[in-house]
T-cell receptor, first 114, second 114 residues
Framework: GENVEQHPSTLSVQEGDSAVIKCTYSDSASNYFPWYKQELGKRPQLIID?????GEKKDQRIAVTLNKTAKHFSLHITETQPEDSAVYFC?????????????FGSGTRLQVQP | DSGVTQTPKHLITATGQRVTLRCSPR?????VYWYQQSLDQGLQFLIQYYNGEERAKGNILERFSAQQFPDLHSELNLSSLELGDSALYFC?????????????FGPGTRLLVL
């Protein structure tokens, strides 16, 4: 199946700084890469996604970049705020399910210090 | 609010027992996915149904089963429960069943097996 590796596992930044989380995937045929934010005890919430026909997508303070050659994609959060503190998961389609289900990275706990 | 609903929110039961978790997808979504989230295994895909039929299977134990009903709600049945089954169980839904479908998660059911 798909293997998705995510780094770092924890990230602490000062309010107003930028945060970057990186993921690598193994299935070169993967074409969809979502990012989810999960607050403690809550559901994973889709914050942004990217498909393989573009290299970058931006939504206000959040952006995702995709490098298909290197098989990695990254989440960039600018001007971080305390409410950005959460666990962030990257994901990619799971090959052994016909790419229907998602394989998730192990998560990054982001702490934004006020 | 993603539009996906799950009941119950919390469930406490004993080893050896059987429980049923329920999920209603977003209006118009035909596909339902079940995921298990535990501290040591992260978010793991269990099974997917599309319009009443099983479409993909992940690391689902034989003690677990699921189905999707004509009104598109889904139930996940967990039997002969063990301590290690304690986890958050999420369902997600998407419009279709293809490669790279956007999935929206429900609030989850927290299961505690004592």
């Amino acid at each position: 199946g798909e293997n998705v590796e995510q780094h770092p596992s924890t990230l602490s930044v000062q309010e107003g700084d930028s945060a970057v989380i990186k993921c690598t995937y193994s299935d070169s045929a993967s074409n969809y890469f979502p990012w989810y934010k999960q607050e403690l005890g809550k559901r994973p919430q889709l914050i942004i996604d990217i498909r393989s026909n573009v290299g970058e997508k931006k939504d206000q303070r959040i952006a995702v970049t995709l490098n298909k050659t290197a098989k990695h994609f990254s989440l960039h959060i600018t001007e971080t705020q305390p409410e950005d503190s959460a666990v962030y998961f990257c994901a990619a389609p799971q090959r052994n399910t016909g790419r229907r289900a998602l394989t998730f990275g192990s998560g990054t706990r982001l702490q934004v210090q006020p | 609010d993603s539009g996906v609903t799950q009941t119950p929110k919390h469930l406490i039961t004993a080893t050896g027992q059987r429980v049923t978790l329920r999920c209603s997808p977003r209006s118009g979504d035909l596909s339902v996915y079940w995921y298990q989230q535990s501290l040591d295994q992260g978010l793991q895909f269990l099974i997917q149904y599309y319009n009443g039929e099983e479409r993909a299977k992940g690391n689902i134990l034989e003690r677990f089963s699921a189905q999707q009903f004509p009104d598109l709600h889904s139930e996940l049945n967990l039997s002969s429960l063990e301590l290690g089954d304690s986890a958050l169980y999420f369902c997600a839904s998407s419009v279709d069943s293809g490669d790279g479908e956007t999935q929206y998660f429900g609030p989850g059911t927290r299961l505690l097996v004592l």
